[in-house]
């Protein structure tokens, strides 16, 4: 599948639509504001912000904040840890 002129394949550039940009801004405003008083306590890599801003831009509003959701439900105690990208 081509990813079109200008564009590397997967790599999300000028993919994200208006939602999901529209989305991304309490993620990114949570990274900028709390993420600091928090400190870096996360079980998985990607961070979970990471994770959702790289969720938003590859799968666009409804799919990317599926798998965000998904991937908090997944961040507890009880829950693993380690890598988990996101799929494609």
């Excluded at 890599?45 to 790289?54: G, K, Q, R, V, W």
């Excluded at 831009?57 to 439900?73: D, F, K, M, Q």
């Amino acid at each position: 599948m081509s990813a079109g002129p200008g564009h590397a394949p997967h790599c999300g550039c000028a993919r994200a639509g208006a939602g999901a940009r529209l989305l991304a801004l309490p993620v990114r405003a949570y990274r900028l504001v709390f993420s600091p008083w928090v400190g870096m306590n996360c079980r998985f890599t990607p961070t979970c912000s990471e994770y959702a801003l790289e969720a938003l831009e590859r799968h666009g509003a409804l799919r990317g904040s599926w798998l965000t959701l998904r991937r908090l439900l997944r961040c507890h105690p009880l829950g693993g840890s380690g890598i988990d990208n996101v799929p494609d």
